[in-house]
């Protein structure tokens, strides 16, 4: 069921989470973000201080565990808000700030635990590093498959490893690799977490990102835009000049590019980001509105007679 996509496939169709997890579930599903208080080797010292290039002191998170807020009322003051708003059924925990797999196992344990025990939640999403997956983790994360749905998120941004050190990843794209393979070997889903207009990345180079992520088959992406974030070293780089966010026209463009590259099967959880207004220093477009994006991928895909998958599916045919 999984694996099912339309067919035939026409200009502007991409395989979107919510219809995937409609098929898997019947229902509506969202997730639902949390906070865990987690940390990141690029921020604790392990690796470095300063953290990614783009991002800041809150690391994608919402501040809530900061504020008290344990787990379980996380998704208790989220999960009314989604079902009125959305007419979601069912919910998937989502733990997104900083590296969710890097603290002890029995640590990560009991917050997943706690996550699977509250009403409605019908599976795990976890954000994390590739290089935070030791066997000990990958052993827990597989007990866990084989109860629930779960789907490893993993931070790769790019497969240039040039730009990986640029932006302070602090790993390389062989690491993604080997993770993603041995999470896969499991069972596991797996998603990779990319960044368009990376500084330095030339159009050849994302769409390359494109074709390594196609080549090691995983189950899902997420494209962002690279934005600007108040308080990132990202921003003191776009002060001084030395980076010029991309223009919106030339993201569409770019996400049209990346979806050509990816196999049918491959489920696209998103397509753009969700800047912080108050957080955001550039480009000012990213405020628009994500629907407002999302049409305009989908009036270029079919403007350029293009879906996803359709230079996989043209090189197959160019090799028989």
Known sequence: MENKAPKPLTPGWYRDFGSYLKEIFGCRVHKISLDAGFSCPNRDGTLSQKGCIYCNEKGSGTGAWARGIPIAGQIEAARGFLEKRYKAKKFLAYFQSFSNTYAPVTRLEQVFEEALAQEKICGLCIGTRPDCVPDKVLSLLDGLNK???????????????????LINRGHDSRAFEETARKTTALGIRVCAHVILGLPGESRQDMQSTADFLASLGVDAVKIHLLYVIKGSSMEELYKEGGYKPLAMDAYVDLVCDFLERLPQKTVIERLTGDPHPQELAAPSWALGGKARILDAIRQRMVERETWQSRLVCANKSNQH
């Open 147 to 165: 109860k629930t749905f779960l789907m490893m998120e993993y931070g790769l941004q790019s497969a240039c490893d040039r730009t990986l050190a």
